[in-house]
């Protein structure tokens, strides 16, 4: 299995829709998880972070299931601003001094 | 959340040269990272670099190519050595700040012609 490994895409969703991405990681000792943003050409801005079971905010809502090395991010009533590239990451180790990246998801949601 | 100042922004190169990247943190912090993405990936980890000692290099990265400094803690640089188009890419450096996660420099985007 590959480190982080995250569904291809692109998603293309009308406005409104809720759209799910999934990631499945390797590193079965991993206790903290990311979803990042990154929008074209910038750099990528933490969405979320993720350290027991899940994590709440607003319209996004990210999922873990650590016996199936497993994270999901949710994201209700798309709007036009959320289209942008998803990451999924990952500590590269215990430490977590460093990150792994999934190579990302596109969103494009239209009008 | 830490700022960072990166630059420059983006340079368009000759192969065999090299460009030095800054990053300039406003506050102390213990570790800094190097990212490279390249066109169309997702973003791979360099090196991790400390002040005071030599950084340490990912598996496929060395310290001829991609020497790095870290004179202090709030600041650091990467060059990128004798370059071919195979560099040509984005460099992005990394700080992590506890609660507010890991926050990136806005990029160098590099061509090499």
């Known amino acids: 299995r590959k480190e982080v490994e995250q569904d291809p895409g692109p998603f293309n969703v009308p406005e409104g829709a809720t759209v799910a991405f999934n990631c499945t990681y390797s590193n079965s000792a991993s206790q903290s998880f990311f979803w990042y943003r990154q929008d074209c050409r910038k750099e990528p801005k933490l969405l979320m972070s993720v350290y027991s079971s899940g994590n709440e905010d607003g319209r996004f809502t990210a999922q873990l299931n650590r016996a199936s090395q497993y994270i999901s991010l949710l994201i209700r009533d798309s709007k036009l601003s959320d289209s942008a590239t998803y990451l999924c990451?990952?500590?590269?180790?215990?430490?977590?001094?460093?990150?792994?990246f999934g190579k990302g998801t596109t969103l494009s949601v239209s009008s | 959340s830490a700022v960072i100042s990166q630059k420059p922004s983006r340079d368009i190169c000759q192969r065999g040269t090299s460009l030095t990247i800054q990053c300039q943190v406003d506050?102390?912090?213990?570790?800094m990272f190097w990212y490279r993405q390249q066109p169309g990936q997702s973003l791979t980890l360099i090196a991790t670099a400390n002040q005071g000692s030599e950084a340490t290099y990912e598996s496929g990265f060395v310290i001829d190519k991609f020497p790095i400094s870290r004179p202090n803690l709030t600041f650091s640089t990467l060059t990128v050595s004798n370059m071919s188009p195979e560099d040509s890419s984005i460099y992005l450096c990394?700080?992590?700040?506890?609660?507010?996660?890991?926050?990136f420099g806005s990029g160098t985007r590099l061509t090499v012609v």
């Open positions: 990394s700080v992590h700040r506890g609660n507010y996660g890991y926050t």
């Open positions: 990451v990952v500590p590269s180790n215990q430490a977590g001094t460093a990150l792994i």
């Open positions: 506050s102390q912090v213990t570790m």
